[in-house]
Structures are given as structure tokens and as C-alpha cells.
Antibody
Framework: EVQLVESGGGLVKPGGSLRLSCAAS????????MNWVRQAPGKGLEWVSS????????YYADSVKGRFTISRDNAKNSLYLQMNSLRAEDTAVYYC?????????????WGRGTLVTVSS | EIVMTQSPATLSVSPGERATLSCRAS??????LAWYQQKPGQAPRLLIY???TRATGIPARFSGSGSGTEFTLTISSLQSEDFAVYYC?????????FGQGTRLEIK
């Protein structure tokens, strides 16, 4: 089955760190760029970061630049998001998402998401 | 950053009727525009890409149109399962940006 499964979310204090993972299966992970998208409670979708298939190209939203790091391990079919210096406004469901083709293309496969709560 | 503005914020329509949702970009995104449907507690689902191409498995009652800065998603005859939140997304420029969403509710 073609799927993405996120993990690693939880409750963390402001200023803390968390590492999210996304396990891919059912498709050739190494052929696709990958993305993280988040959704604050009751709010809309916000693209967070993108990484190309070979990790050559990486992009971040301004809101997370310098604090979050995206990475991948193609041998393990896994995508990661290292989140440091977390703020209350980072509280959200974090989805990993696969684009249909090149890096800048729509997302046709999404995970179920993992909830990150930043609170003291 | 390209700002995507959706209207209306909430749309009330009766089952069987047509719904028309709008999305405007702050600058041209060519046809690099997608629409997503999201139901409570679920991940978004891709409906339309390239402004007018239906994604795999999407019913023909969903159609998209437009180019440049003005786009429309039309649902020709609303079914009960279509009541959800709809987002537009531009992928023409980095950063990728989404509209704030239109909630489609039962009238």
C-alpha cells in the first residue's frame, strides 16, 4: 500500500526540540522530493519545508528558517524534520506530503499527521 | 511571497445545487494552481491540479478553471460527502502558499 506515516509528535516546552519522522512505503521514495506541511488547530494549511530527492535542494518557510532542519534517508525510506527553539505558534498537526512530480508540484499523497504541542 | 485569497470564507449550499469557490493570487501563478478538499480529522486530498485537471479518482462533478491570478472550483451537483473545507495552493513560486480556505456547509 502506498502510504506515509508520521511519528514523533508530542508535548514540548517553549524553547525545546523535537524530531519528526515520516516513513514512506509502497513507492520509490528516492525518486521523489518530499515536503512538510503544518496546520495549527482550527487554522489553514502552511507549507513548512521541501527537500529534493537527493537532498541537493532544500527550501524553508520564513517562519521556520534557522530553527527547523529537513533531512531524509533514502535507504530507510524516511523523511525527518528536526525542530529546535520551538514556540507556541509552532503548535500544529505536521503532515508529510509527496508531490506529484518535480519539487514544486501539487501534493497527491499525504500522511495522517502528527500533533506537536508547544506549551509550558 | 504570493498571497492566495479565497472567497467566500463560508458558503452555504443545498445538496444537489452548484457551488462555486474562488481563489485569487497576488501575482500570476500561470496554471500552477491546485485545489484540495479536507474533512475534519483527515489529511487534505488533492482534487485539481494545473488549474483544471482532475486528480486520479476525483468525480467529474468537480471542475477547475482559470489562469494567471483568478481561479474557480465548481462542484456541479453537491453530494453529502462534498461538505468540507477547500483550499487552493499555488506551486509556481517558492514559498508554496495556500489560501485560507472556504468552508462549504449544508444549507
Amino acid at each position: 500500500e502506498v502510504q506515509l506515516v508520521e511519528s514523533g509528535g508530542g508535548l514540548v516546552k517553549p524553547g525545546g526540540s523535537l524530531r519528526l519522522s515520516c516513513a514512506a512505503s509502497g513507492f520509490t521514495f528516492s525518486s521523489y522530493s518530499m515536503n512538510w506541511v503544518r496546520q495549527a488547530p482550527g487554522k489553514g494549511l502552511e507549507w513548512v519545508s521541501s527537500i529534493s530527492s537527493s537532498s541537493s535542494y532544500i527550501y524553508y518557510a520564513d517562519s521556520v528558517k534557522g530553527r527547523f532542519t529537513i533531512s531524509r534517508d533514502n535507504a530507510k525510506n524516511s523523511l525527518y524534520l528536526q525542530m529546535n527553539s520551538l514556540r507556541a505558534e509552532d503548535t500544529a498537526v505536521y503532515y508529510c506530503a509527496r508531490p506529484t512530480g518535480k519539487a514544486s508540484s501539487p501534493f497527491d499523497l499525504w500522511g495522517r499527521g502528527t500533533l506537536v504541542t508547544v506549551s509550558s | 511571497e504570493i498571497v492566495m485569497t479565497q472567497s467566500p470564507a463560508t458558503l452555504s449550499v443545498s445538496p444537489g445545487e452548484r457551488a462555486t469557490l474562488s481563489c485569487r493570487a497576488s501575482q500570476s501563478v500561470s496554471s500552477n494552481l491546485a485545489w484540495y478538499q479536507q474533512k475534519p480529522g483527515q489529511a487534505p486530498r488533492l482534487l485539481i491540479y494545473g488549474a483544471s485537471t482532475r486528480a486520479t479518482g476525483i468525480p467529474a462533478r468537480f471542475s477547475g478553471s482559470g489562469s494567471g491570478t483568478e481561479f474557480t472550483l465548481t462542484i456541479s451537483s453537491l453530494q453529502s460527502e462534498d461538505f468540507a473545507v477547500y483550499y487552493c495552493q499555488q506551486y509556481n513560486n517558492w514559498p508554496i502558499t495556500f489560501g485560507q480556505g472556504t468552508r462549504l456547509e449544508i444549507k
